[in-house]
């Protein structure tokens, strides 16, 4: 068994693959405060839950894109599990080309979500993520991650309109019952989840343009099923392509005798 971890900057999404099947997910705050001890009791709560003993694991493969946790999570791992996880790095092996000016800058989700993208989908491919910011990735028709485009995510926005206005209240983000919206709830919703349909959907045909119209167009992250919905021009949504591809590229980097 391959425990796969994914460490954001809002959540910790943690797999775990018997062979190819994803047969048990869980998300957690990303805390910076926490110490190691305190992710181990509860990655360890989560394995118990299901029965799976350290010792049935083969091996843990993390994916971050927050430093300062890296190491924290790495020692619960070996703390609590008894195993030395793998670290991603752009220099594995990954089944694309990384055609980007300095690939050491990209976010390891981005070129995890490629490599997934390549094994499951039709290339071309433009991956889009909502995650703490909507990330939109390039992958040719040749396996090449070409780069992508960044925006802050639609949660940023909606905290940002509570932080920044007097008279502006916190909500909870979801479809309007029309794009008008009658009270203020529903307006700031409404420019929210339209708002940010109408920058997807833009971005979307401004990639078509340059990577070709039959692009696959895939949707990840925490929102994405709510936002896909909205959006005819998303092909696949897989709110698991990250988890995925983490198990794809911790496999293609076991060394075999």
């Not at 008279?167 to 309007?176: D, G």
């Not at 307006?187 to 940010?196: D, E, H, R, T, V």
Request: proline share 5%; hydrophobic share 45%.
């Amino acid at each position: 068994m391959l425990l796969a971890i994914d460490i954001g900057n809002t959540n910790i999404t943690i797999g775990l693959y018997q062979g190819d099947d994803l047969t048990a997910k869980w998300r957690m705050a990303t805390s910076y405060d926490r110490m190691p001890d305190e992710y181990g009791v509860q990655i360890s709560g989560f394995l118990s839950h299901y029965g799976i003993t350290a010792s049935q694991l083969h091996g843990i493969f993390i994916a971050s894109v927050v430093p300062p946790l890296t190491d924290k999570i790495s020692e619960a791992c070996k703390t609590f599990l008894g195993l030395r996880p793998m670290i991603f790095n752009h220099t594995m092996k990954t089944g694309i080309t990384i055609a980007y000016d300095n690939p050491s800058t990209i976010g390891a989700d981005r070129i995890v979500d490629a490599a997934a993208a390549k094994a499951y989908y039709s290339l071309p491919a433009c991956i889009v993520d909502f995650g703490t910011a909507t990330t939109f990735d390039a992958v040719s028709r040749d396996a090449e991650y070409l780069g992508g485009a960044i925006a802050p995510g639609i949660n940023i926005g909606a905290e940002a309109l509570f932080e920044r206005t007097a008279q502006l209240p916190k909500i909870n983000l979801a479809i309007p019952p029309s794009v008008i919206g009658k009270n203020t709830v529903h307006a700031m919703q409404s420019g929210l989840i339209f708002g940010y349909v109408g920058l997807v959907e833009g971005m979307i045909e401004r990639f078509k343009k340059e990577l070709g119209e039959d692009t696959t167009v895939i949707a990840t992250g925490g929102l994405a099923s709510m936002i896909a919905e909205l959006i005819p021009s998303i092909n696949h949504v897989d709110p698991w392509l990250t988890l995925d591809g983490i198990r794809l590229i911790w496999e293609m980097n076991q060394t075999h005798d």
